[in-house]
């Protein structure tokens, strides 16, 4: 039997969790814990994440579902669980079903702890060990993100019959007993029955804003989409030369932040030092005041944002606020099998750190850098099994993605493949067909 908690912040998902595991005999998966005791075991994942942490970058969720799906692999059979802080998305959620189909499983239940707003707000206010980031503001912004991150999972589970929905604005150990009978009872075959009075309190309470839209907006907001070693970072430099308009790559916006130690930078940090990913809403944040300066103004190219669908949806609630819209979405194609040749053959000088390529850039003499002398290595990132796992994830992420934009009508696809000019003449002319004046764009 698998079960998943699902609730927002103050909603008793962490005591709960425990208090389960011990009566019922589950196994308990807490996404946090997973992350901090991965991140100090030698894996190459657990590797991969601390580097992450440790630059000042977001770590992919790509990394999270393998992390997950190693801890069930390594389960002994027949082991129960219960999991916490995972699936956040419906992409998590997919994952999840296609993971414990493969091992022959399934998620029997999603329990979801509904708590209202307001009574989270002073929950959190008396907490006994006040968390860094409870302060009201912030939890406003983080209940938000909730809701629209929540709803389309609680949907997903709530289609197929296996949400239960619990009211856990009660004492602790009320709740403690409905929950334990909600499971006591899926044990026997029962599944509680989800009423359409519970649908309708779902749609009430998770009813997706409207978002009226802008009639114009001349400025070429773009947002860029592609795999890992699509050339994506390179083609977006070229674009905002033609176009003057900024680059915006969430990986810069996170070490400017820190770097200037901004109020989003030491909280961001504060996640980072605790060995938690950064939430959703930080990096929401970070790109809102982003698109709010002045040299964005014109327009902008984004790079690294949005992944997924929430995140999309929260781009466009952040352009609403400043009457503009997305006016652009380009895909640049490549295939696995050639992202696999260009990030396999990559290899790093152990001692200056100067890159090569086993086909592209050749060292002068076999394993050693041209520079120094020192010895070339792989980086596990470039490693074949690990970019294998994250295609598999990239795609699983972007297709829903693709199809939200393309359903908008403002996506269009490059071939990312082929003679280099080829494709940097393809992108500057998908570009212009998004941007207003296209004689202003200078094409060198
Ligand atoms: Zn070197």
Do not use: W
């Amino acid at each position: 039997m698998n079960i998943a908690l699902l609730g927002s912040t103050g909603s008793g998902k962490g005591t709960l969790i425990h208090a389960l595991a011990e009566k019922l005999s589950l196994h308990p998966i807490s996404l946090g814990e997973v992350l901090r005791s991965k991140a100090s075991y030698g894996t190459a994942l657990g590797l991969l994440t601390r580097d992450y942490v440790t630059n000042g970058e977001l770590v992919p969720d790509e990394f999270v579902d393998a992390m997950v799906e190693e801890v069930f692999r390594h389960l002994p059979p027949g082991t129960h669980t219960v999991l916490d802080g995972f699936p956040r998305t419906v992409g998590q959620a997919r994952f999840l079903d296609d993971l414990l189909a493969e091992l022959g499983q399934n998620l029997d239940a999603a329990i979801y702890l509904h708590v209202p707003e307001q009574v989270i707000h002073d929950r959190v206010k008396h907490r006994s060990q006040p968390r860094h980031d409870d302060e009201p503001h912030i939890l406003r912004h983080r209940l938000h993100v909730f809701r629209r991150m929540a709803g389309p999972v609680l949907r997903h589970y709530a289609e197929n019959g296996r949400l239960v929905l619990v009211h856990a604005d009660r004492p602790t150990h009320e709740v403690e007993l409905t929950v334990q009978k909600v499971v006591e009872d899926l044990r026997q075959g029962q599944h509680p029955a989800f009423t359409d009075a519970d649908f309708q309190f779902l749609d009430q309470t998770f009813k997706a804003r409207s978002v009226v839209p802008i009639e114009t907006d001349p400025a070429l907001n773009l947002v860029l989409l592609g795999g890992p070693g699509s050339g994506k970072g390179t083609q977006a430099v070229n674009l905002c030369k033609a176009f003057e308009v900024p680059h915006i790559s969430t990986g810069d916006l996170f070490r400017d932040h820190i770097r200037k130690q901004t109020d989003l930078g030491q909280l961001a940090k504060s996640y980072m030092d605790r060995g938690e990913l950064v939430p959703d809403d930080v990096t929401e944040r970070m790109v809102a005041a982003r698109l709010a300066q002045p040299d964005a103004q014109r327009g902008f190219i984004l790079d690294g944002f949005p992944r997924t669908v929430s995140q999309a949806e929260a781009l466009d609630e952040i352009l609403h606020e400043l009457k503009r819209r997305v006016t652009g979405v380009v895909h640049l194609k490549v295939s696995d099998e050639e992202i696999l040749r260009r990030l396999s053959g990559r290899r790093i000088c152990r001692q200056c750190q100067a890159p090569f390529h086993l086909l592209f850039k050749k060292p002068r003499r076999e394993g050693l850098c041209d520079r120094c002398g020192g010895p070339l290595y792989q980086r596990d990132d470039d490693k074949a099994e690990t970019i294998q796992i994250r295609l598999r994830n990239y795609h699983r992420q972007t297709e829903p993605l693709i199809a939200y934009y393309h359903s908008s009508g403002v996506l269009t696809e490059v071939a990312g493949e082929g003679d280099p000019v080829g494709i940097r003449a393809a992108m500057l002319a998908a570009c212009k067909l998004f941007s207003e004046e296209p004689e202003d764009a200078a094409i060198s």
